[in-house]
């Protein structure tokens, strides 16, 4: 049997800065973001406005676009 499982954690990624800080209510403004930390899997990214979640692209691995 199994005796022992090799795990790993990672704390949350914080955001730490986005360009532009607003845009229009009716979307298609491409947001920069740059988290505190890097990203292992930055293409499973995400941000939600309001309910609309939208896929992020990496531009490395801690800013998405």
Do not use: K
Not at 24 to 44: D, F, L, M, W
Not at 45 to 57: E, S
């Amino acid at each position: 049997g199994v005796s022992s499982a090799d795990y790993m954690h990672e704390a949350p990624a914080v955001v730490a800065w986005l360009q532009p800080s607003s845009g229009p209510i009716s979307g298609g403004t491409a947001v920069y973001v740059r988290v505190s930390r890097q990203v292992h899997e930055p293409g499973r990214a995400a941000c939600v406005f309001g309910t609309q979640a939208v896929r992020a692209a990496a531009v490395n691995t801690t800013t998405m676009l």
